[in-house]
C-alpha cells in the first residue's frame, strides 16, 4: 500500500512539471509590441559586387527604410582565411560615393568592418582577437579614418569580421570614441562599458519565421537584427546563394505591411532605444546559452532569433531547471524501480552497480564541467548519470528498510557503505 502512494506522487510531480514545462513562463500579451527589425549588410569593399550593392539601396530607398553596411576599409588581397602577408586596397572614391550619396538620403548608416578582413591566424576565424592592445587600435583607427574622410560623416558603430573580437577590441573602440558594437551573442562585454551592443540573430531566410516566434513576447522593443552578404544572393553566387534580389525585395514590403513591425538602421536603433547597454547584452547572452541546454523543440526561438530589451532571464533559467529536474526524477524512479527487482538477487551485483553508477556519475560531471562550454548532450548525459546514482543509493536503503535481504547481505552491505 505505502508503495502505491510513493508511485502515485512521483507520478503527480512529474505531470506537473510536465505542465509547467510545457506551458511556458512568457506572457502572450501583446499590447504595445514594437518588434524592430534591423538590417546589416556586410563586406561593402573595393572588391565587392557594385551592382547588388545599388540594387539594395535602391529596394530600401522604395520602402522608405534604413540599412547599416558594413564597409571594409582596407580589403586584403587574395584570400581573406590565409593569413599569410598581404596587400591591402582601399576603398575606392567611387563606393565612396555611393556611400555619401546614400547617407545623405537616410538610406543607410555606415559602419566599420574591420581594418583588412583578413585572417590573422590559422586556428581561429579572427581580424581581432589575440591581438594586443595597441595594435587592434591602430587597425581601428586607421580604418575609421578612411571612411569618415571619404563619407564626410562620423562613423560611430563596429562590426567585427566573422564577429570576432576579445576586450582588447572593446577597449580600444571606446578610446577612439566609436560608441556601438554589432557582433554576435558570444562575445565578451563588461556591466561598466559605455558601448552599446546590438548583435545579429539571424539571416534572410530565417526573417519572417523570427517576426511570427516574436509575436508571442509581450516586451515592449523586440529587435531582429538579419545579418546578410552579397553571396546570399543568387545572383553573385548561383551555387550557395539562398534568396534572390526580388525575394528581398517581397520581403521588405512584407516588413512594412505589418503594423507591429517597425525597420531601422543600428545607428537609428540605438536613438530610439537607449538600454542597448552592455547589461542588456549580458542578460540576452545568457539567455542564449540558457537556451542551447534545452532541445529544439523546447528553445523558444524567438530567444535565439530576437534580442530582447526586458529581463527574461529568470523565465528561461526557470524552464531549464524544470527540464533537467523531470530528466533527474525520471532517472531516479527508473534506476530505483530497477534496483528493487535486481538487488535482492546478488549483493556482488548492488556493489558493481553501486559503485559502478558513482564512477560513472563522476567521470561524465568532469567531462562535461573541464572546460565551462556545456552543451546540451553533455547536460543531460550528467543528470542521467547523477539520477541513475541516486536512484541505486534509494534502492538500497528502500531494500535495507524492508528486509528484502538477508542478515549477511545486509552485513555485506553495510561494509561498502
Known amino acids: 500500500m505505502k508503495s502505491n502512494i510513493f508511485y502515485h506522487k512521483i507520478l503527480l510531480i512529474l505531470i506537473f512539471v510536465c505542465v509547467v514545462l510545457f506551458k511556458g513562463c512568457d506572457s502572450k500579451s501583446v499590447e504595445e509590441r514594437r518588434i524592430n527589425v534591423v538590417f546589416r549588410f556586410d563586406d561593402f569593399c573595393a572588391f565587392s559586387s557594385t551592382d547588388i550593392e545599388l540594387r539594395i539601396i535602391d529596394a530600401f530607398r522604395k520602402n522608405k527604410a534604413s540599412i547599416t553596411f558594413g564597409v571594409i576599409p582596407y580589403i586584403c588581397t587574395g584570400d581573406v582565411n590565409d593569413p599569410s602577408p598581404r596587400d591591402v586596397v582601399p576603398l575606392t572614391s567611387m563606393k565612396g560615393d555611393i556611400l555619401k550619396n546614400a547617407i545623405r538620403d537616410s538610406i543607410i548608416d555606415v559602419a566599420l568592418h574591420g581594418y583588412s578582413h583578413q585572417r590573422i591566424q590559422v586556428e581561429d576565424t579572427t581580424e581581432f582577437s589575440g591581438l594586443a592592445y595597441q595594435q587592434q587600435k591602430e587597425r581601428i583607427a586607421k580604418g575609421k579614418k578612411l571612411l569618415e574622410d571619404m563619407i564626410d560623416a562620423p562613423v560611430t558603430i563596429f562590426v ?167 530528466i533527474m526524477m525520471i532517472s531516479i524512479a527508473v534506476s530505483f524501480m530497477m534496483g528493487r527487482l535486481v538487488f535482492p538477487k546478488s549483493v556482488f551485483i548492488m556493489r558493481v552497480i553501486t559503485y559502478g553508477s558513482m564512477i560513472l556519475a563522476a567521470i561524465i560531471l568532469l567531462i562535461t564541467f573541464h572546460n565551462m562550454e556545456v552543451y546540451l548532450k553533455g547536460m543531460v548525459f550528467s543528470t542521467v548519470a547523477v539520477g541513475i546514482s541516486i536512484g541505486v543509493f534509494i534502492s538500497f536503503q528502500y531494500l535495507r528498510k524492508q528486509k528484502f535481504l538477508d542478515n549477511n547481505s545486509v552485513k555485506e552491505i553495510n561494509k561498502i557503505r
Open 160 to 326: 567585427p569580421p566573422w564577429n570576432s573580437y576579445d576586450s582588447n577590441t572593446l577597449r580600444a573602440l571606446e578610446a577612439l570614441g566609436l560608441s556601438t558594437l554589432s557582433a554576435g551573442l558570444k562575445g565578451e562585454a563588461k556591466l561598466t562599458s559605455g558601448l552599446n551592443f546590438l548583435p545579429t540573430t539571424c539571416g534572410l531566410t530565417q526573417l519572417r519565421k523570427a517576426v511570427e516566434i516574436s509575436r508571442n513576447f509581450s516586451d515592449p522593443n523586440l529587435f531582429i537584427v538579419v545579418l546578410f552578404h552579397e553571396y546570399d544572393f543568387k545572383e553573385v553566387n548561383e551555387k550557395h546563394g539562398n534568396v534572390t534580389y526580388q525575394e528581398l525585395c517581397n520581403l521588405l514590403e512584407w516588413l512594412i505591411s505589418q503594423e507591429d513591425v517597425r525597420l531601422l538602421s543600428i545607428g537609428q536603433a540605438i536613438k530610439v532605444v537607449n538600454k542597448l547597454n552592455a547589461g542588456c547584452y549580458l542578460l540576452n547572452k545568457h539567455i542564449y546559452s540558457l537556451n542551447h541546454l534545452l532541445p529544439i523543440f523546447l528553445q523558444k526561438k524567438a530567444n535565439i532569433m530576437v534580442y530582447r530589451e526586458t529581463d527574461v532571464l529568470l523565465p528561461v533559467f526557470f524552464k531549464v531547471v524544470v527540464f533537467y529536474f523531470l
